[in-house]
């Protein structure tokens, strides 16, 4: 993919973002697929900058869990004209804790996913 064109494709980088987390297939390769150079991820308790170490961050993150389900509805997508995009979508996360962590076995967090994304030459946004 040469640029980010389309509602389709910007949808799809979310689902690849998405579904990376849970495949656990994390590495620079994955981050540089998905994500530009001065990218920025911001969480409520964290956030990183830059394509430069991103995948190592998220699997820290991830690291406090056994697994991961990250479900998301249909992405709005409002292409601005500018070879930008904006993209929006609810998202449910479920975190299974580890084997003999006390208390609820699960962590389940709802959010409203925002994210812009523009053609790079990787085909990345």
Do not use: C
């Not at 973002?17 to 590495?27: A, Q, S, T």
């Not at 998301?72 to 409002?78: F, G, K, L, M, T």
């Amino acid at each position: 993919m040469n640029s980010v064109t389309t509602a389709a494709e910007i949808s799809t980088l979310l689902d690849r973002y998405l579904l990376g987390l849970d495949d656990e297939k994390l590495d620079d390769a994955w981050a540089r697929a998905l994500f530009s150079d001065d990218a920025r991820v911001e969480f409520p308790m964290a956030r990183h900058e830059g394509v430069e170490g991103l995948a190592d961050w998220h699997r820290q993150a991830l690291d406090a869990f056994a697994r991961t389900q990250h479900l998301h509805s249909p992405a709005v997508v409002d292409l601005t004209g500018d070879e930008r995009a904006v993209l929006r979508a609810n998202l449910v996360s479920t975190h299974v804790h580890h084997p003999g962590t006390p208390g609820d076995p699960l962590f389940v967090a709802g959010t409203l996913v925002r994210g812009e994304a523009r053609p790079t030459e990787r085909g990345g946004a």
